[in-house]
């Protein structure tokens, strides 16, 4: 089995990478000059040291779903189930009620998932403007972040649950033959009998 697009896109995480290392080695580099020029004035603007950090942390979290993506989990759940049982509804042989009561699910869930990112978008900015402030308090941060990942793990059990109930729409026969053809598309991880 053949895996075209993957070298372009090892190649450009490399790049990505490089000019990542590049910005941080180019702005050290930078700072450490300038402390050196004037040793009485600060090297870096005090709102810039913070942009910095901000920076710093959104491309940590940036790089944990990259690497999150490429390991599998989050590659397997985000798939588009329902999408696929629909655009499979000959194959599986789905009656009118069945096509109606799959479409009901995605949409009820998509319309969800649309609140609930754009709640967990304004919980964000709450969060950045309370690092903003000279003195953060820690103890509102905190119920933001949590208040953040509550609502990224109650779409998951969301999204788990509206799986499960499109399961249940299908008979027990389109179940296995959904699920068998749908492990034989999926791309296999390369190993030494596969290599890549």
Do not use: C
């Not at 372009?8 to 450490?32: C, D, E, Q, R, Y």
């Not at 959904?178 to 791309?187: C, D, K, N, Q, V």
């Amino acid at each position: 089995m053949k895996f075209g697009p993957v070298k372009p896109i090892i190649f450009g995480v490399k790049k990505i990478l490089t000019a990542v290392v590049l910005v941080f080695a180019l702005g050290w580099v930078v700072s450490v000059r300038a402390a050196d020029a004037d040793k009485s004035r600060p090297s870096i603007p005090d709102e810039v040291g913070e942009t910095w950090e901000y920076f710093q942390h959104m491309l940590q979290d940036w790089g944990d779903r990259f690497r999150d993506r490429l390991s599998g989990r989050e590659a397997a759940e985000s798939r588009p189930v329902i999408s696929e049982m629909l655009s499979r509804r000959d194959e599986l042989g789905l009656s009118q009620d069945q096509v109606k009561r799959l479409e009901q699910l995605r949409d009820n869930f998509q319309r969800q998932t649309i609140r609930s990112n754009a709640d967990a978008r304004i919980v964000e900015l709450d969060i950045a403007a309370l690092l903003t402030s000279p003195a953060v308090d820690l103890t509102k941060v905190e119920a933001k972040v949590r208040e953040a990942e509550k609502l990224r793990a109650d779409l998951r059990i969301a999204r788990i649950k509206t799986l499960e109930q499109a399961k249940g729409v299908l008979t027990a026969e389109q179940r296995k033959k959904f699920y068998e053809t749908a492990e034989s598309r999926a791309p296999q991880a390369p190993t030494a009998q596969n290599p890549p």
